[in-house]
């Protein structure tokens, strides 16, 4: 068990749908992230939240959404999806390492397998 | 950002030490080196980090070249749930909670 609760686990959508992938952690981190990663390669980071604001979007298309309401909880709200963006979708959270707070190590949830028809 | 590179498979035999190998010839004097590994069907896990010095825990041991431009992951008595892509990443301390993971060595332990 992970300490990086995602949900759902599994998700089949239309590219027409709104859907929405949502992630916890009670670890009192106030980093969180979003990674895509598709079948035999390596995730991609697509967003990091730093206490709860937006500090890093890897010029991830407008279809993708992020949002973090809190410091447990990150979403990624997704709209009008291609085919080639089913993927897995993993959660990380981890201490915030600005100013040098030495790399702290991410924890990553096991992530929602998304299917788009 | 600095690039690692690492073999894209090994095996190793169940209950022997295996040697997971990580080039990183442009590292920075800030950059530390971490290592993950993704085990099937689940997200990645951190498995230990480390900057100059040689670092045990109770995952593995990291040896770290005394030029930094080599590093190596110590797995040191291989079990099948070992088996996992392990990745090598270079993180600049001050990096603004930036991570990049590339390619990773494909574990295979054989009972």
């Known amino acids: 068990d992970t300490e990086v609760t995602q949900t759902p686990k599994h998700l089949v959508m239309g590219m027409t749908n709104k859907k929405s992938l949502k992630c916890e952690q009670h670890?009192?981190?106030?980093?969180m992230y979003w990674y895509k990663q598709k079948a035999k390669k390596p995730p991609e980071l697509m967003f990091v939240?730093?206490?709860?604001?937006?500090?890093i979007n890897e010029s991830v298309p407008s279809r993708f959404s992020p949002e973090c309401p809190n410091s447990s909880l990150l979403n990624l709200h997704l709209h009008a999806l291609q085919p080639e963006d089913s993927a897995l979708y993993l959660c990380?959270?981890?201490?915030?390492?600005?100013?040098?707070?030495?790399?702290?190590?991410?924890?990553f949830g096991d992530g929602t397998r998304l299917s788009i028809l | 950002d600095a690039k690692t590179t690492q073999p894209n498979s090994m095996e190793s035999n169940e209950e022997e030490p295996v040697h997971l190998p990580c080039n990183h010839s442009t590292i920075s004097g800030t950059d530390y080196i971490h290592w993950y590994r993704q085990l099937p069907s689940q997200g990645p896990e951190y498995v230990i980090h480390g900057l100059t010095s040689n670092v045990n825990n109770r995952m593995a041991s990291l040896a770290i070249a005394e030029d930094r431009k080599s590093s190596t992951l110590i797995l040191h008595r291989a079990t099948l749930r070992d088996a996992a892509v392990y990745y090598c990443i270079l993180r600049t301390n001050y990096n603004n909670n930036d991570m990049r993971f590339g390619a990773g060595t494909r574990l295979t332990v054989k009972p």
């Open positions: 939240y730093s206490y709860e604001k937006l500090s």
């Open positions: 990380a959270s981890s201490q915030d390492d600005r100013g040098g707070a030495s790399n702290q190590p991410q924890h």
């Open positions: 670890m009192g981190h106030r980093a």
